[in-house]
């Protein structure tokens, strides 16, 4: 019943930027938590950022500084703009939202981004 679309993954260059994007739709009518993960090829899934519905922004040491999580409480979207983008982000990136009471959540499908000269 509820899905999470991300988009905006790509391939960029080093030192480029990029702005992901996560639209929540379905039976959703309080989103607490959002996040983005990350997986790289061969490496276990990672927390980059996480956004309470009030509260403090926490990010990886690795892209802090680097990266700004916010959020549309209205519409049901979360973003993420990667600035200063290193080999090493390169990954399939996941939204994940916590909603209504405890145990309820979902994951998006993920989309790719390469990080590449």
């Known amino acids: 019943q509820v899905q999470l679309v991300e988009s905006g993954g790509g391939l960029v260059q080093p030192g480029g930027s990029l702005r992901l994007s996560c639209a929540a739709s379905?039976?959703?009518?309080?989103?607490?938590?959002m996040a983005w993960y990350r997986q790289a090829a061969g490496k276990q899934r990672e927390l980059v950022a996480r956004i309470p519905r009030d509260g403090d922004t926490n990010y990886a040491d690795s892209v802090k500084g680097r990266f700004i999580i916010s959020r549309d409480n209205a519409e049901n979207v979360v973003y993420l703009q990667m600035n200063s983008l290193k080999p090493e982000d390169t990954a399939v990136y996941y939204c994940h939202i916590n909603y209504g009471g405890l145990g309820y959540d979902a994951w998006g499908q993920g989309t790719q981004v390469t990080v590449s000269s």
């Open positions: 379905g039976t959703i009518f309080r989103i607490n938590t």
